[in-house]
């Protein structure tokens, strides 16, 4: 019971950072990098506009995701939820981990402002790193994903519709729902507050969660 409650905190911490990652994602580089399904329709809107500059970055990001998501994979493998944290979904999250502070360092060095081959380079260091992020969430619960909640939202709603007691399965939904809205809410307000900082907040998220496995397997 406590591995799983300790794998719903983690899904719960990942999905916050990848609200956050799509918010300033799109505010400023005008992609998503972790929900895939919105970035497909910013590819038909934008090469339907003419605006193919905005379509590479949908490209750029689709490919990078599909390259974090296969690395992700051949890293975590299969790993069973009853088990204690597996050194393999550490090792996945340090490497994303590593990605979020290399956007971080970009972002900083661009004066919070990314452009041209900078802010292409940012789009495929977030890709690649919420493909990673998805393949560890779904080794982890593969029912359930930290960067697409659609699914989820609509395994709530249709649970919800039975009248029933509120079971874990569905508090976990709606904490991952709340979750992805919230780190938008929270790389919105600081994207708009201190800019600067933005991108700071996957880093920090994921921090959390490897140190918390760092303890643990101590």
Not at 26 to 39: C, E, I, K, P, Q
Not at 84 to 107: C, H, M, N, Y
Not at 139 to 146: C, E, R, V, Y
Request: hydrophobic share 55%; proline share 3%.
């Amino acid at each position: 019971m406590r591995e799983l409650r300790r794998r719903d905190f983690v899904l719960v911490a990942l999905t916050f950072a990848a609200g956050s990652v799509d918010a300033v994602a799109l505010l400023r580089l005008d992609v998503f990098t972790a929900v895939m399904t919105g970035n497909i329709v910013l590819l038909g809107l934008a090469v339907g506009q003419g605006a193919f500059g905005n379509a590479l970055r949908s490209v750029i990001a689709l490919i990078a995701y599909g390259v974090g998501v296969i690395t992700g994979a051949r890293i975590v493998g299969a790993v069973a939820i009853e088990t204690d944290w597996s050194p393999k979904v550490t090792r996945a999250l340090a490497i994303e981990w590593v990605l979020q502070a290399a956007f971080l360092a970009g972002w900083l060095l661009s004066g919070s402002s990314p452009d041209g081959a900078i802010a292409t380079a940012l789009v495929a260091f977030s890709g690649v790193a919420m493909g990673i992020q998805a393949a560890t969430a779904r080794a982890l619960a593969p029912g359930m994903s930290t960067t697409y909640v659609t699914g989820t939202l609509t395994g709530l709603l249709s649970e919800l519709s039975a009248l029933g007691s509120v079971s874990g399965d569905r508090r976990r939904r709606a904490s991952i729902v709340v979750a992805l809205a919230l780190g938008a809410v929270a790389g919105a307000l600081v994207l708009r507050t201190v800019p600067m900082l933005a991108p700071a907040i996957p880093p920090v998220v994921i921090g959390v969660v490897l140190a918390m496995a760092r303890i643990r397997s101590g």
